[in-house]
Structure formats: C-alpha cells, structure tokens
C-alpha cells in the first residue's frame, strides 16, 4: 500500500532548539496538509500545499513555525525556536485534487517533545 | 464557515452491542464528510466518506454513517462491536476549500 512516510516518528528536544519534521507525501498526490494533534486542542490544520504552493498557513505560529515543499517528494515543518507549548504530535496527510474526491491519507506523525 | 461537533467524549460499548457515534456538522456549502478512525499511536485512517449520491455509506470494518440534511449529522453506526473497533474516532468536514475541518474526537471503548 501506498503511504505517507513521516520522520522523525520521535524527537526529543530542549527549548530554544531548531526542529525540523519531514513528510515524504504519496507519490502523484499534490496536496499536502499539516496537523497538529494535543490532547487539549485535538487536531489543528497548520498549514497546506496544493503543487507545492501553500494555500493557506494561517493556524500557524507565524514568528517560530514555517512550512515549505522544495520538492514534490518532501515537505518540511520547522520550528525555531522550540518552546515547551509546542509539544505535540504532528501529522503529514497527502492526496488528490479535492478532498471531496478522495480524503486524504495520514502518516503516522512526530511525536515531538520540548523539554 | 465549516465546523464538527462529535457529541459525547467517550463512548463504552460491550462487545457485540450496537455502536452510534454521532457528528452534527455547520456548513453553509454543500458540505464532504469523513469518519477516520485512529489508534493508538497511529495515523488517522479513512473509515467513510459522503461526496454527493447516495446518502447511507458503507465502509471499511462493518461501518456506515448515513448524511441527514434535516438534521445537518453524520452519524457512525456498526450492528455489532468488536473488540479491536477500540479506538478514536474523528468526524471531519470539508468543501470546495479543501480545508478538511476534524471534530474533537471520540473515543470507544469496548467491553468483553
């Protein structure tokens, strides 16, 4: 099965440290979504792709966040500085065109934690 | 805009017993609408969606949820429980913006 392909699947961290996440999304799928998933807010859309445009990044933290595709094959998800709030699971999905045509598929997240 | 509400935190069940998880959506567009299951220490996995059609949908492991305009729900139903449906359920909405918006979740639980 086809799937999307996420590392670190965990990162431990101290503040004030760069962290970088990365997602390999399907192969031929062109949009490319970022979640964030804590027990207190459930799952966040941070920012998304469509052929490696950003469409909309307007859940994330603008000053410490940033979310880039260099290629078709990667897109990354930084954080700079790391702060303690930021601990959290984040989820890469990819899929097709329209969510209405396909949903999306998820991988099985970055466990990260700021210490 | 668009938003879930998944009505009920925890859902216990005994095994074999009917399962209804609920999910009322807002859209002010003809809204797609998405179950995903997700275990522990796991990704999020597609169990069902509505397009347009047919408004009782079938999907994967005994699950179908019917799309009731009236009622503007999504709810997730299976006959019969299993111990392995133990997991996190989340109901998600989308539309012509692609945004796919999730509900705060429901967890399952199921009892021998």
């Known amino acids: 099965d086809a799937r999307v392909t996420q590392t670190p699947r965990h990162k431990v961290t101290e503040m004030g440290q760069e962290v970088t996440m990365r997602c390999q999304p399907i192969?031929?799928?062109?949009?490319v979504f970022w979640y964030r998933q804590t027990m207190m807010q459930g799952l966040e859309l941070l920012a998304y792709?469509?052929?490696?445009?950003?469409?909309?990044d307007s859940g994330m933290p603008k000053d410490r966040f940033s979310a880039e595709m260099p290629d078709a094959t990667l897109a990354t998800l930084k954080i700079q500085p790391s702060e303690p709030r930021d601990s959290a699971v984040y989820f890469c999905?990819?899929?097709?065109?329209?969510?209405?045509?396909?949903?999306?598929?998820f991988g099985s997240g970055t466990r990260l934690t700021v210490v | 805009a668009q938003s879930v509400t998944q009505l009920g935190s925890h859902v216990s069940v005994s095994e074999g017993a009917l399962v209804l998880l609920r999910c009322n959506y807002s859209s002010s567009v003809p809204p797609y609408l998405f179950w995903y299951v997700q275990y522990p220490n796991q990704g999020l996995q597609l169990l069902l969606k509505y397009t347009t059609g047919a408004t009782l949908v079938k999907g994967i492991n005994g699950f179908e949820a019917e799309f009731k305009k009236s009622e503007t729900s999504f709810h997730l139903t299976k006959p019969s429980a299993h111990m392995s449906d133990a997991a996190e359920y989340f109901c998600a909405v989308s539309s012509n913006t692609d945004k796919l918006i999730f509900g705060t979740g429901t967890r399952l639980q199921v009892f021998p």
């Open positions: 192969l031929g799928h062109n949009t």
């Open positions: 792709f469509r052929n490696r445009a950003p469409l909309d």
């Open positions: 999905a990819s899929g097709l065109g329209r969510t209405g045509g396909h949903g999306y598929t």
